[in-house]
């Protein structure tokens, strides 16, 4: 019985030594999972900060574009307004010059017209002042005609009637007995304007004052240079039948 007892005690020795070390053995398990476990936690906590950081570098990165982004568009703007000024600019320039050039057009053209109009009063008023001075001397106002035609050289220089004016000068002068001064006009006439319609009558009018000053070998040689430059003329008929005339 005592045996018994003591075996009795003995087992239950060994069951609870074989139990406590299982349940050392269980904790020190237990302890090492949650090391483990915490190292895990920890892990994945830097994991996750590590990403959160990277996400808010990424973050600021396009924070950052969109900044530049929105500085570029914001240029962009400046530079499209600043090009519209331009280009309003320019079309004002433009439309400026037009406007210049059409107004300087219209100025020149205003000009033009003024001194057309001007041109044609100026030879309506010479041709008026050459008309009433060859009227004179044919109405045998001899010294007045004179005077006419002399200012009439004199108001129009570069006038085309100016011979006409000097062949019928002489003619006042020839009229007036005043042969030095018919000369003078006359040969204004053959000398300065050869081909002008007159240079035939004022050869024909050097002829006739020669002929009254009394210059009879230069008054034929008036008359044959007549028929030799001029023989289709009315002048030229006339020297013939002045040359054929009786002395």
Same mark, same amino acid.
């Given at each position: 019985?005592?045996?018994?007892?003591?075996?009795?005690?003995?087992?239950?020795?060994?069951?609870?030594? %074989?139990?406590?070390?299982?349940?050392?053995?269980?904790?020190?398990?237990?302890?090492?999972?949650?090391?483990?476990?915490?190292?895990?936690?920890?892990?994945?906590?830097?994991?996750?900060?590590?990403?959160?950081?990277?996400?808010? #570098?990424?973050?600021?990165?396009?924070?950052?574009?969109?900044?530049?982004?929105? #500085?570029?568009? +914001? $240029?962009?703007?400046?530079?499209?307004?600043?090009?519209?000024?331009?280009?309003?600019?320019?079309?004002?320039?433009?439309?400026?010059?037009?406007?210049?050039?059409?107004?300087?057009?219209?100025?020149?053209?205003?000009?033009?017209?003024?001194? $057309? +109009?001007?041109?044609?009063?100026?030879?309506?008023? +010479?041709?008026?002042?050459?008309?009433?001075?060859?009227?004179?001397?044919?109405? *045998?106002?001899?010294? +007045?005609?004179?005077?006419?035609?002399?200012?009439?050289?004199?108001?129009?220089?570069?006038?085309?009637?100016?011979?006409? $004016?000097?062949?019928?000068?002489?003619?006042?002068?020839?009229?007036?007995?005043?042969?030095?001064? #018919?000369?003078? #006009?006359?040969?204004?006439?053959?000398?300065?304007?050869?081909?002008? $319609?007159?240079?035939?009558?004022?050869?024909?009018?050097?002829?006739?004052?020669?002929?009254?000053?009394?210059?009879? *070998?230069?008054?034929?040689?008036?008359?044959?240079?007549?028929?030799?430059?001029?023989?289709?003329?009315?002048?030229? %008929?006339k020297a013939k039948k002045a040359l054929m005339a009786p002395n």
């Amino acid at each position: 019985m005592i045996h018994f007892k003591k075996s009795i005690i003995a087992f239950a020795l060994v069951a609870w030594s %074989a139990s406590s070390q299982a349940g050392l053995f269980d904790d020190d398990v237990a302890r090492q999972q949650i090391t483990d476990l915490t190292n895990k936690v920890q892990t994945l906590q830097q994991q996750n900060q590590q990403r959160i950081d990277q996400l808010e #570098a990424g973050n600021k990165q396009v924070l950052n574009l969109v900044r530049q982004i929105d #500085a570029q568009k +914001e $240029a962009l703007a400046k530079l499209n307004g600043q090009n519209e000024v331009l280009q309003f600019n320019l079309d004002e320039a433009i439309k400026r010059q037009k406007d210049l050039y059409i107004d300087l057009d219209t100025r020149l053209r205003t000009i033009e017209q003024a001194k $057309a +109009e001007t041109k044609a009063a100026v030879q309506l008023s +010479e041709q008026e002042s050459f008309d009433a001075a060859v009227a004179l001397v044919q109405a *045998k106002k001899f010294k +007045e005609g004179s005077a006419a035609l002399n200012k009439f050289a004199i108001d129009f220089p570069k006038s085309e009637k100016l011979p006409a $004016a000097q062949y019928w000068l002489g003619t006042s002068y020839a009229f007036s007995k005043d042969y030095k001064s #018919a000369t003078v #006009a006359f040969k204004n006439v053959v000398d300065n304007a050869p081909t002008d $319609a007159k240079a035939p009558d004022s050869l024909l009018g050097l002829a006739s004052v020669a002929a009254a000053s009394g210059d009879k *070998k230069g008054s034929r040689n008036y008359l044959i240079t007549i028929i030799e430059q001029y023989p289709q003329s009315e002048a030229a %008929a006339k020297a013939k039948k002045a040359l054929m005339a009786p002395n």
